[in-house]
C-alpha cells in the first residue's frame, strides 16, 4: 500500500468533464491528481463523440466518392475498405489520448490508472479514496473529490446484448466488417448518428422509435425534416413503435422479431440489431454510501456550482443527468473548479448550449423549440429559410435542410435556434453566442456575413422573422 501525498482536488474520472475540469484546476494552482480506471479521455473519445465521428468522416468521402460525376468527376470502381476505416478511427483516437497525456504533464497533474472509491476514513474536510491499481492499491488524500464517472449504454429489459447479434453502440465501433442490414432500436442522437453512417457505408437500415418521432428533443420542424431525409436515403423508419423483445430469435444467422405499431404488427429481420435507447450514470461502486452524497432517479443531486449534499464531494457530466454531452462536461467540470478555487463563477445557463447530431444533414440546436417557448408563455415569431435559396449550398450540392430561429415577439430577442443542413454544427455557435448576449433577430441580421457562405442561411433567417428575407 502507498501513501499519496495531499492533492487539493482528485477527480475520479479522466472523461471530458475530469481531463479538462483537472486542467482547468492545475492552472489555477491546486495541486490535482486524476483518477482513470480504463484510458484517459473517458467515453467521449475512446467509445463516442471521436471514433463515430471519425467513421461518419470515411462514411462522408465514401459517399461523396460515389456522387462524384454529380460535379464531373468520374471515380471507377469505387470500393470500401472497412479495415481501414476502422484503422483510421483508431488512429486519430490514439492521437488524442497522446496530446491529453501530454497535457497532464504540462499542467503537472497527476494521473493514478485503476479503479478509485470513495472511503468513509478521514475527517469532513479531508477525503480519503482508495484505488485499485494493477501494482495494488493506493490511498489518496484530498480536499475536495469531483466525481466524473460518466455513462454506459442503457438496455432495455428482455433486449439482451450478446455482443454479436445485439449490440450496443459500443461493440458497434468494434465491428471488424459490415454487416448487410441493421435494425436500430432509438431514433435519438445516436440512433440516428450510426443510422447515417451505415446506410452510407451500404448498409440496409431500419429505425424502430417508441416515441412519435425521431429525435424527440429538437424541434418539431427538425425531427420532420431529418425524417423526410433520411426516408430520401432509404432508411426506413418507424415511429410509435414498439420492440417485443420476448420475439426475438435467432434464425440462420439473422435477427428476427415483431414490433408493435399501433395495432399493426411489424415483422422485422436484420443481421444485427443495435441498441440505442439512452445512457445510465455510472456511481456503482465508487463509494457513494461512504459519503452524504445523495441520489436521486438514477443521478447525483448538485446545485448550482455542481457541489452535492456532501459539501467536499462535487459530481459532473452525465453522472448527474441533464444534458449528456462532452462539452457540457467539461464546462461543469470548470464551474466546478473555479467555486472551489473561490474564483465565483456564474452558474451555468443550459439554455446556451448548443446540441449537435452528425447526421447526414447535419443537426444542430440552443434554446427553446417553438413548442418550448410557447408552453412557456413567450408569444413568438419565427424566422425560417431553406439552404437551397443559398448559393454555397448549391455549389456544395447540398440544399437539404433550413435554418429556423425562435424569437420573443416582445423584445425579438432570440429564444432558440434550430438547423438541418450541411455544417450546421460548425454554424451553431454564432445562434450560441447571440444566446449568451441577448442578442435580437436584427443585431444577426444586421451582422453582415460574408457571400457565398452557409451562414448567410442565418442572417436570412433573422431577416425573415420580421418578413424581410432578401433571397425567400
Not at 439482451?160 to 441493421?182: C, N, Q, R, V
Not at 426506413?236 to 444467422?253: F, Y
Request: proline share 3%.
Amino acid at each position: 500500500m502507498i501513501e499519496q501525498k495531499q492533492f487539493d482536488v482528485v477527480f475520479i474520472g479522466a472523461g471530458p468533464g475530469g481531463y479538462v475540469a483537472a486542467i482547468r484546476a492545475a492552472q489555477l494552482g491546486l495541486k490535482v491528481a486524476v483518477i482513470e480506471k480504463d484510458k484517459v479521455g473517458g467515453t467521449c473519445l475512446h467509445r463516442g463523440c471521436i471514433p463515430t465521428k471519425a467513421l461518419l468522416r470515411s462514411a462522408e468521402i465514401y459517399r461523396n466518392a460515389k456522387e462524384g460525376s454529380e460535379f464531373g468527376i468520374n471515380i471507377d470502381n469505387i470500393t470500401l475498405n472497412f479495415t481501414q476505416v476502422q484503422n483510421r478511427k483508431q488512429q486519430v483516437v490514439d492521437q488524442l489520448k497522446k496530446g491529453i497525456e501530454f497535457l497532464f504533464k504540462k499542467n503537472k497533474v497527476t494521473l493514478i490508472e485503476g479503479y478509485g472509491r470513495i472511503e468513509n476514513s478521514g475527517s469532513d474536510s479531508n477525503k480519503v479514496v482508495r484505488v485499485e491499481t494493477a501494482d495494488g492499491e493506493k490511498v489518496v488524500s484530498t480536499k475536495k473529490v469531483i466525481i466524473a464517472t460518466g455513462s454506459k449504454p442503457k438496455t432495455l429489459p428482455g433486449l439482451e446484448i450478446d455482443g454479436k447479434y445485439i449490440i450496443t453502440s459500443d461493440e458497434a465501433l468494434e465491428m471488424e466488417e459490415l454487416p448487410k442490414s441493421m435494425i436500430i432500436v432509438g431514433g435519438g442522437v445516436i440512433g440516428m448518428e450510426w443510422a447515417s453512417l451505415l446506410n452510407d457505408f451500404g448498409v440496409e437500415v431500419t429505425v424502430v422509435e417508441f416515441l412519435p418521432r425521431i429525435l424527440p428533443l429538437e424541434d418539431s420542424d427538425v425531427s420532420k425534416d431529418i425524417t423526410r431525409t433520411m426516408k430520401k436515403r432509404k432508411v426506413k423508419i418507424h415511429t410509435g413503435t414498439m420492440v417485443l423483445p420476448e420475439t426475438i430469435k435467432i434464425v440462420d444467422g439473422r435477427v428476427e422479431l415483431e414490433a408493435k405499431k399501433g395495432e399493426k404488427m411489424l415483422q422485422l429481420s436484420a443481421e444485427k440489431v443495435l441498441v440505442s435507447v439512452g445512457r445510465v450514470a455510472m456511481i456503482d461502486n465508487i463509494g457513494l454510501e461512504n459519503t452524504k452524497v445523495e441520489v436521486e432517479k438514477g443521478v447525483i443531486k448538485v446545485n448550482e456550482f455542481f457541489q452535492t449534499t456532501d459539501s467536499n464531494i462535487y459530481a459532473i457530466g452525465d453522472v448527474i443527468g441533464g444534458l449528456q454531452l462532452a462539452h457540457v462536461a467539461s464546462h461543469e467540470g470548470i464551474v466546478a473548479v473555479e467555486h472551489i478555487a473561490g474564483k465565483n463563477p456564474k452558474p451555468f445557463n443550459y439554455l446556451t448550449v448548443s446540441k449537435c447530431t452528425f447526421t447526414h444533414p447535419e443537426v444542430a440546436s440552443v434554446g427553446l423549440t417553438e413548442d418550448e417557448a410557447k408552453e412557456k408563455g413567450y408569444e413568438v415569431k419565427v424566422g425560417k429559410f431553406q439552404f437551397r435559396g443559398i448559393g454555397k449550398a448549391l455549389v456544395h450540392g447540398e440544399v437539404d435542410g433550413f435554418i429556423k430561429l425562435v424569437v420573443d415577439q416582445k423584445t425579438n430577442t432570440l429564444l432558440g435556434a434550430h438547423m438541418v443542413g450541411p455544417h450546421v454544427t460548425d454554424m451553431i455557435s454564432e445562434a450560441g453566442l447571440a444566446k449568451v448576449l441577448e442578442a435580437t433577430a436584427m443585431d444577426i441580421a444586421h451582422t453582415i456575413h460574408p457571400h457565398p457562405t452557409l451562414a448567410e442561411a442565418i442572417m436570412e433567417a433573422a431577416l425573415d422573422v420580421d418578413n424581410e428575407a432578401i433571397h425567400a
